[in-house]
T-cell receptor, first 115, second 116 residues
C-alpha cells in the first residue's frame, strides 16, 4: 500500500517550453502532497506544499508563477514548470501524505532536462 | 538557519557487518524524524520513523536511535547486504519559511557502500 506514481519519469524539452509533471497516490487519498527538487549529489529541497482544493504554499525562493501547482483531487497533484530554462534541469520528486497526517510516501521522481 | 546534517558523506562496510549512519539536527522543536533510502535515479524509500517521545525504535534489520539531549539521530542496519547500498537521508518535520509546516527537512545524505 501507499504507492505514489509520477508521470513522466523523464522528459527532455527545449528552453522556453512548459512541462507538466503528474503525481498520483494510487491506493490512498492524500489531502496534502509535496513537491521537492533534487540536484545531482545533493539532498532534497522542499519547493511547495500542495493542498487539495486550495492554493499551494511555496517555500522562500521558489517562484510560484514559474512552478504552477494544481491539486484538483485527493489523488492527483500536478507541477508545471513554465518557460523552462537549463537551470531548471533537475530531479523533481513528489510525496503524498495520508489524510489525517502521518508518513510521507515518495514518488519515483521525474528527471527534467532542459536543452 | 536551522538544518539537519550528517557526519559522514560516505560509509563503506563489509557485507554482513552492521552499519551505523549518523545524523545531527539543530531544530529543537522537531518532533518527528524519518530515515529514507534512495537508490540511484529513484525516489526516497521510507525505512523507519520515530517520534520525539521515544528514544529507540526497531524494524526489520534496522534500528533508529534518537538522543534529544544532543540532537542526534542514528540508523543502525544489521547484517548489511549488497542491496543496502544506497544513499540514506535523515529527515525531520522542520519549520520551513513558506509555512509548509509539514514539509520535510532533509539531511545531506550518506552514501553507504557495501563491500563483498
Amino acid at each position: 500500500g501507499a504507492v505514489v506514481s509520477q508521470h513522466p519519469s523523464w522528459v527532455i524539452c527545449k528552453s522556453g517550453t512548459s512541462v507538466k509533471i503528474e503525481c498520483r497516490s494510487l491506493d490512498f487519498q492524500a489531502t496534502t502532497m509535496f513537491w521537492y527538487r533534487q540536484f545531482p549529489k545533493q539532498s532534497l529541497m522542499l519547493m511547495a506544499t500542495s493542498n487539495e482544493g486550495s492554493k499551494a504554499t511555496y517555500e522562500q525562493g521558489v517562484e510560484k508563477d514559474k512552478f504552477l501547482i494544481n491539486h484538483a483531487s485527493l489523488t492527483l497533484s500536478t507541477l508545471t514548470v513554465t518557460s523552462a530554462h537549463p537551470e531548471d534541469s533537475s530531479f523533481y520528486i513528489c510525496s503524498a501524505r495520508l489524510s489525517g497526517g502521518g508518513t510521507q510516501y515518495f514518488g519515483p521522481g521525474t528527471r527534467l532536462l532542459v536543452l | 538557519g536551522e538544518s539537519v546534517g550528517l557526519h559522514l558523506p560516505t560509509l563503506s562496510v563489509q557485507e554482513g557487518d552492521n552499519s551505523i549512519i549518523n545524523c545531527a539536527y539543530s531544530n529543537s522543536a522537531s518532533d518527528y524524524f524519518i530515515w529514507y533510502k534512495q537508490e540511484s535515479g529513484k525516489g526516497p524509500q521510507f525505512i523507519i520513523d520515530i517520534r520525539s517521545n521515544m528514544d529507540k525504535r526497531q524494524g526489520q534489520r534496522v534500528t533508529v536511535l534518537l538522543n534529544k539531549t544532543v540532537k542526534h539521530l542514528s540508523l543502525q542496519i544489521a547484517a548489511t547486504q549488497p542491496g543496502d547500498s544506497a544513499v540514506y537521508f535523515c529527515a525531520e518535520n522542520g519549520r520551513y519559511s513558506g509555512g509548509g509546516a509539514d514539509g520535510l527537512t532533509f539531511g545531506k545524505g550518506t552514501h553507504l557502500i557495501i563491500q563483498p
